[in-house]
């Protein structure tokens, strides 16, 4: 049983891990702002993250095996972590994103097309933090989203004060209402009401992963296994926007209909027009099982379609 501390976990697949580290017997603070109370059971620390001497008052004398940080942006968020939880725990995991390899925010690597990114294309222990940048206007951090996942990141791994590890979701998906982003439901309100999908004319693939089994991996990544370093989480099977499109239509019954446009253009949500799927070799190699995306995905838009035609009261 591990001493496991949990900041944010209020809501979608953060909250699905609190509730399995919990059912594990382990023991779980959650930290947070205090708007959504965590499960019976589990102690809640409402603070702001970002006030580092409320942090560390908060914290007290309190000492974890693992912290889970699922809602870290920007290095100036990583670096009060970094200094409130050094000699406080061994270990520190950070929910990142697929967008750290988005070829449109970043100059990285190129790769023979149609290569899955491995984790190397970003390495955090070499990339360039820049903190005096303007993180906390939100307009800037929502337009630099990518860059502020990928120096968050730098700054874990170049602390040294615990074992750091990344885990790089890749788009995730299930959960009926859940699932927050709206991107699923854009595909479904689309095609339930026969209106057209906008896909790049050469719409090319990524990647997915079922909340449930992020949610699994993340536990993995705290409990299971010391790996440092990032480690990218992504069902096997990636689709572009026109398979994800047809795994809709067959749920609803209807005939996807298609606008497309050149490369540059705004389209439908998950419609790529550069390629940055991941490769999964390294979590498979360290132990993790992945899913197929087509086992689930029928099933999560099978539930969204429930709960978008569920009656109100």
Not at 19 to 24: E, G
Not at 100 to 126: R, S
Not at 136 to 142: E, I, K, N, V
Request: charged share 20%; proline share 6%; aromatic share 8%.
């Amino acid at each position: 049983m591990a001493t496991i501390c949990v900041i944010g976990g209020s809501r979608y697949f953060g909250k699905l891990l609190v509730q399995r580290l919990q059912a594990r017997g382990h023991r779980v603070t959650v930290i947070n702002r205090g708007s959504i109370p965590p499960p019976a059971g589990v102690e809640h620390l409402v603070v702001d993250r970002d006030d580092e001497a409320a942090l560390i008052a908060a914290l007290g004398s309190r000492n974890f095996d693992v912290v889970v940080d699922q809602v870290c942006y920007t290095p100036v968020q990583a670096a009060i972590a970094a200094r409130v939880f050094s000699g406080r725990t061994r270990r520190y995991v950070m929910t990142s994103t697929i967008e750290v390899y988005d070829p449109a925010t970043a100059a990285l690597p190129a790769l023979p097309p149609g290569t899955p990114v491995p984790e190397e294309t970003v390495d955090p222990a070499t990339w360039l933090v820049r903190t005096d940048l303007p993180w906390h206007d939100a307009a800037y951090l929502q337009a630099h989203y990518a860059e502020g996942k990928r120096q968050a990141e730098a700054v874990f791994a170049q602390h040294h004060g615990f074992g750091f590890a990344a885990v790089r979701s890749a788009h995730v998906l299930g959960g009926g209402s859940q699932e927050f982003t709206g991107r699923l439901a854009h595909y479904i309100e689309r095609i339930t009401q026969g209106r057209q999908i906008i896909v790049h004319a050469e719409a090319l693939p990524s990647v997915f992963i079922h909340y449930q089994e992020l949610a699994e991996l993340l536990e993995w990544a705290a409990t299971a296994t010391d790996f440092t370093g990032p480690v990218n989480a992504s069902s096997d099977g990636p689709l572009d926007a026109r398979a994800l499109s047809a795994v809709v239509a067959a749920q609803a019954g209807r005939e996807p209909l298609y606008r497309s446009v050149a490369a540059g253009e705004p389209a439908s949500p998950f419609s790529f027009d550069r390629h940055y799927a991941m490769s999964n070799a390294r979590a498979k190699k360290l132990g993790f099982s992945f899913s197929h995306t087509t086992d689930w995905l029928p099933g999560a838009v099978a539930e969204a379609l429930n709960t978008s035609t569920a009656p109100t009261s």
